[in-house]
């Protein structure tokens, strides 16, 4: 099992998008971190996008309210981790892939009044 953490590589930029970042409690073994790289293409918000959406999927089972007495809780994991994810979907889709190049109209094309 491998975890490393370091936000000058896209791994730890996924981590850090995600909130995976302490070693002690990670969700996401290193291989796993890349395997959503490689199928994002290497677009950071979605493969950051595909791990929330995992995550989310794993703690939908789990607990998500407690009553204690009077006392009671909701938890909202896989709700949060959603909207994030969603989010980051919207912000991939709305980059634009290409960007267009600007023109250089400083040189000239060598034609001068006089020839024209």
């Known amino acids: 099992m491998a975890f490393t953490y370091d ?14 970042k302490t070693a002690a409690d990670y969700h996401f073994e290193d291989d796993e971190i890349d395997a959503f790289l490689t199928m994002a293409s290497s ?6 996008s595909y791990a929330l959406e995992s995550w989310a999927s794993a703690i939908t089972d789990s607990l998500t309210s407690e009553h204690i007495g009077d006392y009671s809780y909701t938890k909202k994991d896989a709700d949060t981790k959603m909207a ?5 979907r919207e912000e991939d889709a709305s980059t ?10 400083t040189y000239g094309s060598g034609i001068t009044a006089e020839a024209d």
Do not use: C, H, N, Q
Request: charged share 25%; no cysteine; net charge positive.
């Open 84 to 88: 994030l994810a969603k989010k980051y």
């Open 7 to 20: 936000v000058t590589t896209d791994r730890g930029k996924v981590r850090l998008l995600i909130g995976d």
């Open 96 to 105: 634009p892939s290409l960007t267009w190049a600007e023109m250089d109209l």
């Open 43 to 48: 677009s950071l918000l979605l493969a950051a």
